[in-house]
């Protein structure tokens, strides 16, 4: 059984940066492909950012250019670098390991924007 922890959010102010870290266990597979996803208050589940293990990544337009998703050295781990935060990225964010047709996810972990 796959599972799929997060860390690092907390409360920032706008312009502060944030760093996220995801680590699924129990598979001796590599995760072609793990991602973050976040749900705010009254709104859908949505995509923030993909990497595969080639390194491949994709990332939402109001992200791009101020948030960083890496593969980390050890297996199955991914980092999100969220930099320019602003008081609209405040959500839950979710880690996202999918592994032989079966979704996995994180607890989510809260982040807060706010002065």
């Known amino acids: 059984q796959v599972q799929v922890v997060e860390s690092g959010g907390g409360l920032v102010q706008p312009g502060g940066s944030l760093r996220l870290s995801c680590a699924a266990s129990g598979t001796m597979l590599t995760i072609n492909r793990m991602g973050w996803y976040r749900q705010a208050p009254g709104k859908q589940r949505e995509l923030v950012a993909a990497i595969t293990r080639g390194g491949t990544t994709n990332y939402a337009d109001y992200v791009k250019g101020r948030f960083t998703n890496a593969r980390g050295n050890a297996k199955n781990t991914v980092y999100l670098q969220m930099n320019s935060l602003k008081p609209e990225d405040t959500a839950v964010y979710y880690c996202?390991?999918?592994?032989?047709?079966?979704?996995?996810w994180g607890q989510g972990t809260q982040v807060t924007v706010s002065s």
């Open positions: 996202y390991a999918p592994l032989m047709g079966v979704d996995y």
